[in-house]
């Protein structure tokens, strides 16, 4: 009953330092996001995956990375993390995409300091 | 992309108060979902709506796929302590995945 599994929960960073948030995901889904959460914003869109091998952009993509070489993992990397990187950050998965319904993990919370 | 507007931003009410929140999109869509975000958690599905006019209910939960497919509403009859959070309107989206509303946060005041 795992659904999607992400980790670390809480992390804290200095500016400029790299790191990966992992998300994990055992209902073989073929999409996967990653969105970042932050007060009044709602929720937006980083990066997709519609498939293992296959990633792009979404609404806000700048300073981060993703890669799909399986289907259950999709990690988030932060290259030179910023403090405007401070978020909550949402792995999600689905069988496909673009309005089918969507299955959240529990979130990361990030500060950079 | 698609643009949700949802409202209210926050609603104070009392225990047993039914609730009532709404979302507009700035096209038609053809799915409308609605999340609930507890505190500390991610986004639960709570109902899903793929019809033009569809009335779907979950327990004290209905949601409407409006008829002009450019709006939905969320209803909540009765609430209790547990309902408090934070709900989340959301279809699809330009980038693919999932636009989302900015949310409803709810409050229950004792």
């Known amino acids: 009953n795992a659904g999607v599994t992400q980790t670390p929960k809480f992390q804290v960073l200095k500016t400029g330092q790299s790191m990966t948030l992992q998300c994990a995901q055992d209902m073989n889904h073929e999409y996967m996001s990653w969105y970042r959460q932050d007060p009044g914003m709602g929720l937006r869109l980083i990066h997709y995956s519609v498939g293992a091998g296959i990633t792009d952009q979404g609404e806000v993509p700048n300073g981060y990375n993703v890669s799909r070489s399986t289907t259950e993992d999709f990690p988030l990397r932060l290259l030179s993390a910023a403090p405007s990187q401070t978020s909550v950050y949402f792995c999600?998965?689905?069988?496909?995409?673009?309005?089918?319904?969507?299955?959240f993990g529990e979130g990361s919370w990030l500060t950079v300091v | 992309g698609q643009q949700l507007n949802q409202s209210p931003q926050s609603m104070f009410i009392q225990e047993g108060e039914d609730v009532s929140m709404n979302c507009t999109s700035s096209?038609?869509?053809?799915?409308w979902l609605w999340y609930k975000q507890d505190p500390g958690e991610g986004p639960v599905l709570l109902i899903a709506l793929y019809k033009a006019g569809e009335l779907t209910s979950n327990g004290r939960l209905t949601a409407q796929f409006g008829t002009t497919r450019k709006d939905s509403f969320l209803n909540i009859s009765a609430s209790i302590p547990s309902d408090v959070g934070i709900y989340f309107c959301?279809?699809?989206?330009?980038?693919?995945?999932?636009?989302f509303g900015k949310g409803t946060h709810l409050i229950i005041q004792p």
């Open positions: 999600a998965s689905s069988y496909m995409s673009s309005g089918n319904t969507i299955y």
């Open positions: 959301a279809g699809p989206g330009g980038a693919d995945g999932l636009t």
């Open positions: 096209s038609i869509f053809n799915t």
